[in-house]
């Protein structure tokens, strides 16, 4: 099953297929396509959900990171492979090991911080092992209009935006405010990625993010400011993780040496295009 991704152009050809199970397809996809990047992005990335059923997440993330690899060294000529990694194999950092460095150990204390390690290794394994060009990057958190509301910034701006068009309660359900995260825009993310790939050196790990972080109530007091409305901000427990970090700051410098990179999108910017898409998907929410 394929077809032309609306909007972007003819060149643009979307295809469907099961990674996890069609090793086959994978390798004959790549054959007909014979690409020189391969960015692998298909993965389960919610740490709720890892929590919840953890086989299915170490099952998505690790055998569909081991047949894109396996697919890719199946080409006479080898494409350069980009590994999505993660900030959360990292674990919880003590603060005065704050910024965090590639080098810092890898103590993942989730279910998905772990198959992201596996994600990770699996991809130094095949440069290793079979001097397959793969670069990996560890990116931070990064936010962005279209983010499921599964994540914080979407899951404040949704209920906002319905607060506005009173399809719900003036209120806001939240979690942990006090959490402090590294928050990226998504568009200077995937800049990066194509630069980590572009000139990033194979075999090694590269860390994406804004160099600083924001607590979570910045976010929703920044949201709130950009709003009609002024909602009651209610604690939901069930919006706790099982496992937290206080604190999360990235060190880019190895990034920015290589290539030159460093995210530019401010904050503000991000919070006004995330709450701007949620106005727009509720306007064109079908009456009930």
């Known amino acids: 099953m394929e077809g032309h991704a609306a909007g972007l152009g003819p060149s643009v050809v979307l295809r469907t297929g099961d990674m996890l199970v069609d090793l086959a397809a994978l390798k004959g996809l790549f054959l007909e ?12 990335a919610l740490v709720p959900a890892a929590w919840s059923d953890p086989w299915s997440t170490l099952e998505n993330n690790i055998r569909g990171q081991l047949n894109v690899l396996l697919a890719a060294l199946h080409q006479s000529t080898l494409p350069s492979v980009l590994v999505i990694g993660s900030s959360e194999e990292y674990g919880v950092v003590p603060a005065d090991q704050l910024p965090i460095r590639e080098t810092y150990p890898l103590r993942p204390n989730n279910p998905y911080a772990v198959s992201k390690v596996a994600q990770d290794m699996l991809g130094y394994q095949y440069f290793a092992s079979h001097r397959l060009p793969v670069v990996r990057v560890r990116p931070f958190n990064h936010i962005g209009p279209r983010q499921s509301p599964a994540f914080v910034a979407s899951a404040f701006a949704k209920q906002i935006a319905e607060v506005e068009a009173g399809l719900r309660e003036p209120k806001v359900l939240v979690g942990n405010l006090d959490a402090r995260r590294d928050l990226s825009d998504v568009r200077d993310m995937v800049r990066g990625y194509y630069l980590a790939l572009a000139q990033g050196e194979p075999g090694e790990a590269y860390n994406l993010g804004a160099e600083r972080s924001y607590p979570m109530r910045e976010l929703l007091e920044g949201l709130i400011a950009l709003s009609k409305v002024k909602p009651t901000v209610e604690f939901d427990s069930r919006r706790l993780r099982p496992s937290d970090m206080p604190d999360v700051v ?19 910017r991000s919070l006004q295009d995330i709450l701007d898409y949620w106005r727009k998907r509720v306007r064109e929410q079908p009456a009930s």
């Not at 396509?33 to 389960?44: G, K, N, S, V």
């Not at 990235?250 to 999108?265: P, Q």
């Open 33 to 44: 396509a014979r690409p020189d990047f391969i960015f692998h992005l298909a993965a389960q």
């Open 250 to 268: 990235a060190d880019c410098s190895k990034m920015r040496s290589r290539t030159g990179w460093r995210a530019e999108i401010p904050l503000e």
